[in-house]
Antibody
């Protein structure tokens, strides 16, 4: 069974940084586009970014360009999201997601990022 | 990359059918056959119910169906059951090579 396990969330002050990680297992990680999707408390889902299987292409939602960086290490079956210059409105559960034909067919359990002073 | 538009809530009685709409633009829903639908129960992880407008992943009930007309996609649930009560989110691939979600629709089974 596909497993995606996120880590790295926590409480951070506005303007601070965090690095989220996602450990993937039970599938050939290097064959799939991967993504980060977030969900603010009581709100809908929001796509953050996606990355090509070889890491050669990365795409971001406009509102997060320049602050967030998605990356991957296929040798370690791991996906990452660097979050910089965090704002209160970035508070959300961040999900690691496996992408298949522009749909998310597997989700991690999520890691909570709370931005507050 | 504006969010797709979904009704905030819909409701139906057991056994009835309901349809949830998801409206975008020619740069997302209308331009690609990459519309997906997700079911999310409170406190749970979303589950893929429909992909590529109308395809069901293995294991998803055939009571769930998807369609599209122009810039609007639809999710229809027939034979409503109590367990269908959940939030439903649509998404579409966009011309920016990212995916955009709708705001979500709360389905209440009366």
């Amino acid at each position: 069974e596909v497993q995606l396990v996120e880590s790295g969330g926590g409480l951070v002050q506005p303007g601070g940084s965090l690095r989220l990680s996602c450990a993937a297992s039970a599938f050939t990680f290097s064959n799939y586009w991967m993504s980060w999707v977030r969900q603010a408390p009581g709100k809908g889902l929001e796509w953050v970014a996606n990355i090509k299987p070889d890491g050669g292409e990365r795409y971001y939602v406009d509102s997060m360009k320049g602050r967030f960086t998605i990356s991957r290490d296929n040798a370690k079956n791991s996906l990452y999201l660097q979050l910089n210059n965090l704002r209160v409105e970035d508070t959300a559960v961040y999900y690691c997601a496996r992408v298949w034909v522009a749909a998310v067919d597997s989700w991690g359990q999520g890691t909570l990022v709370t931005v507050s002073s | 990359q504006s969010a797709l538009t979904q009704p905030a809530s819909v409701s139906g009685s057991p056994g009835q059918s309901i349809t949830i709409s998801c409206t975008g633009t020619s740069s997302d829903v209308g331009g690609y056959n990459y519309v997906s639908w997700y079911q999310q129960h409170p406190g749970k992880v979303p589950k893929l119910m429909i992909y590529d407008v109308s395809n069901r992943p293995s294991g998803v009930s055939n009571r769930f169906s998807g369609s599209k007309s122009g810039n609007t996609a639809f999710l229809t649930i027939s034979g409503l059951q109590a367990e269908d009560e959940a939030d439903y989110h649509c998404s579409s691939f966009t011309s920016s090579s990212v995916v955009v979600f709708g705001g979500g629709t709360r389905l209440t089974v009366l």
